[in-house]
């Protein structure tokens, strides 16, 4: 067997985190292969019952028919997250009644859909379909997610059967988009194209996907699990933040390949995953990834959901156990030990003209916020082949990325996406703002996030108009304390809590600041700090925002980045 890694490895990170494994207890934690598969809550007696994938019989042949009231409470609230739907919440309902409330009084009888994209790749007839959907059963609605995916709102589940008819007509699905599952497979926005790459990750996307999503042996897992696999060095699938993930990187003797990280994950415990110092040959990937799953469906805690992420387990094993266990358990063989991947040298949100290997150019374009519609779906498909291409590509960045312009068509395309609202410019907000779904449509969200996060966009590009800064600085806005907008990993990080102004309570935000993943900025992935009291109302982010980036500018010492900045600050330069 090859030497287990230590924390000597070259590029190893810090766990830097607050996630710790669960203290010892007389109680079991639910690990399968240590303490039985009898279900210890009601949530895992449903999921062993029902794992949740034959719920689309139901359906398709009862619930289409019968309507919202016909729907068995269980499918509702647990396995139809399972083909990606989610009830919306109920208009009208304020964030200080969103933990005082049960899921039936925040819910309206309509729903999210999530459609699931692998690796982001869509093709412009997909899109179109995509676009019908929206118009035709989701009011117009369309948001590009930071998981690639596509999300539409006011879903009914009558037209749910020909929604799924249109998707997979195209080759899309809603297949595990949600639930506790293996969800969409993050991939690079330039996989195959990039004159830079190091490996394209295709085919290895591609496998997992063909082989395992909808393996009813995998439907049961004890929480969401998350992939990344990137082959681009600007290491564009926030990777240090999946549960798996697989990094391009060049073997000194085995050639070209994967550095294999494990057990990432924000919510309210965030933890950065960690390297197993291993080399993963390409043909590996879906049985080391198929490894890592099956490791976490068997020895992961079920007893607690607020513990029964992979980083738990990860943080109680560490990572000489968890190969250990992965090469003795789940692999026919060790796998040889292999090198960290560099610092990034590029941005890998892909913002920006750029050239393809092939002489071609790709255009990445910003969807404020992530908030699209289904018409404006519609034409963007139409002039992206009205300039010679039918393909595109959703990031885990809320982005949109064309690929295959000729260069002569290259100004026409970028005056075409700027009438869309489309950006290809590197704004000095607009690029590196995201926002979560919020208020409007989420059940557990306390505060808006979208409008709030754009209007505040809009107002930072007139009143910062011509300052030079240094470097994009991140503005992540979520609407509660779950991190879907992965507020501790931006420069400056909103998380959605209601805050008290004069003795009053109204919406608003903790701040984070400092935050970042792994980029040309800085080397290694780090979370943000907070400041005990430091709030913002939902109103006032662009004042914040404004603030403290003035002081940032006048406080800088030579090339230091925002971050750095943010946590060597006294308190009170950072209010």
């Known amino acids: 067997m090859s030497p287990e890694p230590t924390a000597a490895v070259r590029g190893a990170r810090p766990t830097t985190d607050r996630a710790r494994p669960p203290r010892p207890s007389s109680k079991p934690n639910g690990q399968w292969k240590i303490d039985g598969t009898e279900p210890l809550n009601g949530n895992e007696e449903w999921k062993q019952a029902d794992n949740g994938l034959s719920v689309r019989e139901r359906i398709e042949q009862v619930y289409s028919k019968g309507g919202f009231s016909s729907i068995d409470p269980t499918d509702l609230h647990g396995r139809f997250r399972v083909w990606g739907l989610y009830t919306q919440r109920k208009p009208g309902i304020d964030g200080g009644r969103t933990a005082t409330l049960t899921p039936e009084e925040l819910e309206d009888e309509y729903f999210m859909l999530r459609v699931r994209i692998d690796g982001g790749q869509l093709t412009t007839e997909q899109l ?37 008819r249109r998707l997979e007509a195209v080759g899309l699905q809603t297949t595990e988009a949600c639930g506790d599952v293996p969800r969409v497979v993050l991939g690079s926005p330039v ?41 681009h060095p600007s290491q564009d699938v926030v990777h240090e933040i999946n549960d798996v993930a697989f990094v391009g990187v060049v073997h000194p003797e085995l050639g070209v390949g994967y550095d294999l990280w494990v057990g990432g994950a924000l919510s309210t415990t965030p933890r950065l995953g960690e390297r197993l110092g291993v080399f993963v040959a390409p043909e590996l990937v879906a049985d080391v990834w198929h490894g890592v799953t099956r490791i976490f469906r068997d020895y992961g805690y079920r007893r607690l959901r607020n513990k029964a992420r992979l980083k738990f387990l990860l943080a109680e094993w560490g990572t000489e156990k968890f190969r250990r266990i992965l090469e003795t358990e789940y692999l026919e063989a060790p796998l040889p030990d292999g090198p960290a991947s560099p610092q990034p040298t590029s941005p890998g949100d892909h913002v920006g003209i750029h050239r393809q290997k092939d002489g071609r150019f790709y255009v990445g374009v910003t969807p404020l916020v992530g908030r699209i519609s289904g018409p404006s779906l519609a034409k963007l498909a139409d002039l992206i082949e009205e300039h010679g291409s039918a393909r595109l590509r959703t990031t885990p960045h809320q982005k949109l990325v064309i690929l295959d312009i000729p260069e002569d068509r290259v100004p026409s395309l970028v005056a075409g996406l700027d009438a869309l609202g489309l950006s290809s410019r590197p704004d000095l907000f607009r690029r590196s703002t995201i926002a979560c779904t919020g208020i409007e449509f989420c059940k557990l969200a306390i505060v808006e996030t979208k409008v709030n996060a754009a209007a505040a966009v809009e107002q930072l590009e007139e009143r910062l108009a011509g300052i030079d800064l240094p470097h994009p600085i991140s503005l992540h806005v979520n609407g509660c304390p779950n991190s879907c907008a992965r507020i501790q990993t931006a420069d400056i990080g909103l998380k ?80």
């Open 128 to 164: 179109r379909v995509i676009a019908g959907i929206s118009v035709d059963f989701a009011r117009d609605t369309a948001d590009v997610t930071d998981r690639q995916n596509i999300q539409l709102h006011w879903v009914r589940v009558e037209d749910v059967p020909e929604i799924w």
């Open 191 to 231: 996989a195959g194209i990039a004159a830079d790459e190091i490996i394209d990750p295709t085919p290895q996307i591609d496998e997992i996907t063909d082989r395992f999503i909808g393996d009813p042996e995998l439907a049961n897992l004890p929480r969401k699990f998350k992939t990344a696999i990137t082959g």
């Open 496 to 575: 959605g809590q209601l805050v008290t102004i004069d003795g009053e309570q109204v919406p608003g935000y903790q701040v984070h600041l400092g935050g970042g993943l792994a980029s040309p900025l800085r080397e290694e992935a780090g979370l943000g700090r907070t400041v005990r009291g430091l709030k913002v109302t939902a109103d006032g982010i662009a004042d914040y925002t404004e603030r403290v980036v003035r002081r940032f500018l006048a406080d800088r010492e030579a090339d230091e980045t925002f971050a750095v900045w943010a946590h060597r600050a006294d308190e009170e330069a950072l209010q």
